[in-house]
């Protein structure tokens, strides 16, 4: 009979991939009862479809015979092997029996070595994963370019109100259409009376690239992955067994890397939507003198008008003339 100090042997837990890797263990014995008094120690787990039948013995004699799909390879004190269900060794064991602290220690072993393989994947692709982090990252630097030169463009105000724009999600340019009627009464004395109807102009495309932080958080995102490129090459050479959390931390992070491309695609397909958008719209984002006429000679710019500060005013007139006219207004508000 073999002692308890058996068990030690088949600290390395396996996984078996079909009923004949199990029936290719020594001492593989079919229908080979195991009860709380027999078990010595557990060789690994299986998780597939195949039918095999538990063995675990019931108060009456027989066995469970369930068809576990999940369950635990095991050696018996008589040094035979058999196999038991998760679920009867979770329920007939108890949770503090050796089977049962063994099964723990084996699925926390294997979830570790998966994630361990995992590391160990993304650090085959790195030189690709570098690439592409290269490429996002040089995206990412014209983009910020970019959203430089759009308040050089549209002015640090105007850009700051299409940052709370992208922060509240509102993307509609509204303004205040001022209908004036006059009517005279009975005395012939005359009344004014003002309406106010609130207008859709038009939508700004693309304003996520102005959500603040979004550039910043992808520099830091394949910053992330970079150092852990690092760390996972330093802890894969280490001799020392790494650390299951330090194992986690790393796989999840390294799983972000595509995630970075990703987001990059985003922000550039918004600054193309951006792009595209109506400029004469930014001429209403602030009832400011100032800031409208720096607008106006920016979608001058962009509509490929020549223009100038005076031709500017003009410009912005004529389109305050059209807008009006075409709501029939007497006064158009712009929101503040
Ligand atoms: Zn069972």
């Known amino acids: 009979m073999t ?58 004699g027989n066995l469970c015979r369930e068809v576990h799909k999940f369950g635990f390879v095991a050696k018996l004190l008589n040094s035979t092997v058999t196999v038991i269900g998760n679920h009867c060794a979770i329920t007939k064991f108890d949770a503090d029996s050796q089977l049962n602290r063994d099964r723990r220690h084996a699925l926390a072993y294997q979830e570790r070595e998966k994630k361990l393989g995992r590391v160990a994947d993304f650090l085959t692709q790195e030189t690709a994963i570098s690439q592409v982090l290269e490429r996002v990252k040089k995206g990412a630097g014209e983009l910020a370019q ?32 001022v209908y004036v009627r006059y009517e005279v009464d009975k005395s012939g004395e005359r009344h004014e009376e003002r309406q106010q109807v609130s ?107 020549e223009g100038g500060k005076n031709r500017a005013k003009e410009w912005l007139a004529a389109l305050d003339a059209k807008i009006k006219a075409q709501l029939g207004a007497q006064q158009i508000l712009i929101a503040r």
């Open 3 to 60: 002692d308890g100090n058996d068990t030690r042997q088949y600290l390395t837990p396996r996984i078996f991939a079909s009923v004949a890797e199990i029936e290719a263990v020594p001492g593989y014995v079919p229908n080979n009862p195991i009860g709380t008094n027999n078990y010595a120690g557990l060789l690994g787990h299986y998780d597939f479809g195949e039918e095999l039948r538990c063995c675990f013995q019931k108060p009456n």
């Open 146 to 177: 970019r959203l430089h030169e759009y308040k050089d463009e549209l002015g640090e105000h105007n850009v700051r109100r299409l940052e709370d724009m992208a922060k509240t999600g509102r993307s509609d340019i509204t303004l205040t259409a």
């Open 199 to 305: 207008h859709r102009l038009g939508t700004i495309q693309g304003l996520e690239l102005f959500r603040p932080g979004s550039l910043q958080q992808l520099l830091s995102s394949i910053q992330s992955v970079r150092l852990a490129l690092l760390e996972a090459n330093t802890l894969m050479r280490s001799a020392k067994r790494p650390r299951t959390s330090a194992i986690e931390r790393l796989a999840a992070t390294l799983g972000t890397w595509e995630r970075c491309q990703t987001t990059l695609g985003r922000l550039q397909n918004h600054e193309r939507a951006f792009r595209a958008t109506d400029p004469s719209l930014f001429c209403y984002l602030a009832d400011d003198r100032v800031q409208r006429y720096h607008s106006a000679r920016a979608a001058m710019q962009r509509l490929g008008l």
